[in-house]
């Protein structure tokens, strides 16, 4: 069977980051948020990544960065080898692959 592995960017404010490498077999078409949603139902509940899909596209949610380039998560489709998830660059980290998007002003 062929394989997809994630390396996933990981951690808090303050802790140093590390990457996790998750292995799955590879579905063709899979999105990688499909294959985040089975890794924190299946493997590890602590994972931790934001999307809500109420209308495709338009949340703007699952935004991150998939192998160098900011993307949605529902949108990147896993390849067969590796992939990698990071949390969008200049934003405040909130945990692993969440980050702060909306500006001070404009949070409840």
Do not use: W
């Not at 990147?76 to 692993?96: Q, W």
């Amino acid at each position: 069977m062929p394989e997809a592995t994630l390396v996933i960017r990981r951690g808090s404010p303050g802790e140093t980051p590390r990457d996790e490498a998750f292995t799955v077999e590879f579905q063709p078409g899979a999105s990688v948020l499909d294959v985040l949603r089975m890794l924190r139902v299946e493997r590890d509940p602590t994972l931790t990544f934001r999307y809500a899909c109420l209308n495709a596209n338009a949340c703007k949610e699952c935004m991150m960065v998939v192998n160098g380039k900011v993307t949605y998560a529902c949108t990147a489709r896993v390849m067969e080898g590796t992939t990698t998830l990071e949390p969008l660059p200049n934003k405040e980290l909130v945990r692993d692959l969440v980050t702060q998007i909306a500006p001070p002003d404009e949070r409840f």
